[in-house]
């Protein structure tokens, strides 16, 4: 055999070279594919957006130019808030439902019919925040309060950043080939149709008069720049809140923190130590607050007003500092440390019972107001809060847990506080108070006469003794009156409490006009009128003579004891 036979093929011709040879050569081993391993998390861009979601969003944009571009009022409010949950539903991003959202969308309803009736800034927050909540629930099933400060920390700051990728996901349906396709074939001929014809009716004196004649006929309105911005605003809230940005928590190697002997060294010393300060204060509120003996050189409501507010700090330092004695970890808290808490616990209650004392003295004395009503909520939710911990501390449960606790909790408290007429009760328990003859409830009335649903209560003064107090209401109604002039033709402006009140006092204008008698309803009697009641109220609530104040005769005549109608200051909303 021939050796040269299996690595060479004969010739393809005589006297010519052989061939290479018919099997392969090379190496006995494949090259190494060249590749690039992918990261962990290949990025991707946004899903393309739906038609539902354009159509949620062109709908958002028309809901809101149509209820708040003019001076919104409760109509409006609650047109825009009890519709945009419906657009929620229809255009929020790979929805996932669940109880929550329809809850959460079920309250901020509520908060919409309650703004048809008075609105208010708190009642407008809280149907934002209510309804951004909404459509976080419909993209997770499971939503703590870090995820939804994550969520907000990456939306509300970074707001153009997410209106950029909500772009990104339209650019897809925008350069479809249909619709470029479209507007190549039909689109570029209509344009050089009109440029030509544009060009023709210059130069012709007749094709330019029926051009003219034509654009006549054609109007198209163009909206101001101010609007132009507000419907850029509205694309741009609407894109957040149907696209609102969702931030998982990452996984994490434990779960639960490893409690040390030294933490609980730590934990025992201090709340030994805050237990005998606790007992120290409670006992000093009982020898003079409770008692209603207070210390000497003062009295029970300055002692009473010196506390209020940073009692209610203290109680929320108390909840902070016992999530941080009690982490969620492997190893529960020694029984010695849970009954130093518990008893912390409960000295923080008798401590909260003192500052509802101290409020009750404030009513007490000078009547009930709206802030007075928020400090009642407040202490009631930091009290929540307390059983909370104390709940937290008895079960282990995580920090998280007792986060969203108190978060609902403090949505609930929102919710009824602006669900509450608090302007109305506060003016209806100090008109009867005012009824039995005290004068120093009437400090309230400078504000109440500003409010459209305790305004209407005023009127009950008309028929006071004093003329001081009298004409003092009789002229904050007539500029409540003459403010409101102009709103009852526009709904988006309107609400029920100011309808009722409109109704109220115009048919009351004769007595106004009346009480004010022959002084005059112009600026500077009414003026006048304001500041006599005035040093009346605070003459009252100093504890002084209310009849060393101007004569209820004779103050429309001495305006020299006030200076001129421009020296006049008048603090027309005091609490």
């Not at 209510?130 to 700051?157: E, H, I, K």
């Not at 002084?544 to 104040?549: A, E, F, K, M, P």
Request: proline content about 7%.
């Amino acid at each position: 055999m021939n050796p040269s036979a299996s690595t060479s093929a004969p010739s393809a011709f005589p006297g010519g070279p052989p061939e290479p040879p018919r099997y392969y050569q090379g190496s006995p081993y494949r090259p190494v594919p060249q590749w690039s391993a992918p990261g962990m998390f290949p990025a991707s861009g946004p899903r393309r957006a739906s038609a539902r979601e354009l159509v949620a969003l062109v709908l958002w944009v028309v809901l809101f130019d149509v209820a708040l571009w003019q001076r919104p009022g409760g109509y409006g409010f609650a047109a825009a808030f009890g519709l945009a949950p419906l657009l929620l539903l229809l255009g929020v991003h790979n929805a996932r439902f669940s109880a929550r959202p329809f809850v959460l969308m079920g309250l901020a309803s509520l908060t919409a019919l309650r703004c048809a009736y008075a609105p208010s800034p708190v009642l407008v927050a809280s149907s934002f925040l209510l309804l951004f909540v909404s459509a976080l629930t419909l993209r997770v099933r499971s939503l703590d309060l870090p995820m939804f400060a994550r969520a907000f920390l990456a939306g509300f700051p970074l707001f153009f950043v997410r209106q950029a990728a909500f772009a990104r996901a339209l650019r897809p349906r925008i350069r479809r080939p249909a619709l470029a396709r479209l507007a190549m074939t039909a689109g570029i001929p209509l344009v050089l149709v009109g440029v030509f014809a544009g060009i023709f009716a210059l130069a012709n004196p007749v094709l330019q008069a029926a051009l003219s004649r034509v654009l006549a006929l054609v109007t198209v309105p163009v909206p101001n720049m101010l609007r132009l911005f507000f419907w850029g605003a509205l694309l741009a809230t609407g894109a957040l809140f149907l696209r609102p940005p969702v931030a998982l928590p990452r996984a994490e190697a434990s779960a639960h923190a490893e409690r040390s002997p030294l933490t609980d060294t730590i934990a025992k010393n201090a709340l030994v130590a805050l237990n005998a300060l606790f007992f120290g204060y409670n006992a000093l509120d009982a020898a003079y607050l409770w008692a209603g003996s207070p210390p000497p050189g003062t009295d029970t409501q300055h002692y009473a007003h010196a506390g209020t507010f940073w009692l209610t700090v203290a109680l929320l330092s108390v909840t902070g500092t016992l999530c941080a004695f009690f982490r969620r970890s492997t190893r529960a808290p020694s029984g010695l440390l849970k009954v130093l808490a518990y008893v912390w616990v409960g000295q923080s209650l008798l401590l909260a019972a003192g500052t509802y004392r101290r409020l009750a003295i404030h009513v007490a004395f000078s009547g009930l107001s709206d802030l007075r009503i928020v400090g009642i909520l407040g202490i009631t939710l930091v009290v929540s809060g307390l059983a909370f911990v104390a709940w937290k501390v008895h079960t282990n449960k995580s920090a998280p847990w007792l986060l969203l606790r108190m978060a609902e909790a403090l949505t609930l408290a929102t919710v009824l506080y602006g669900w509450l007429p608090t302007h109305r009760i506060a003016a209806e328990f100090n008109a009867a108070r005012v009824a039995q003859g005290e004068v120093r409830p009437l400090l309230h009335a400078f504000r109440h006469a500003h409010e459209t649903e305790s305004a209407p209560v005023l009127l009950r003064y008309l028929d006071h003794r004093d003329a001081r107090v009298r004409a003092g209401v009789a002229a904050m109604l007539l500029d409540t009156l003459d403010a409101d002039t102009g709103h009852e033709g526009s709904w988006d402006r309107d609400s029920v409490a100011a309808r009722e009140m409109r109704q109220a006092l115009l048919a009351a204008r004769p007595k106004l006009e009346g009480t004010l008698g022959s002084t005059g309803t112009g600026t500077c009697a009414r003026t006048h009128a304001r500041q006599a009641m005035l040093d009346l109220v605070d003459r009252a609530n100093a504890g002084g003579d209310v009849l060393d104040t101007v004569d209820a005769a004779t103050w429309d005549g001495r305006s020299n004891a006030y200076g001129g109608c421009n020296d006049v200051r008048v603090r027309s909303d005091r609490e």
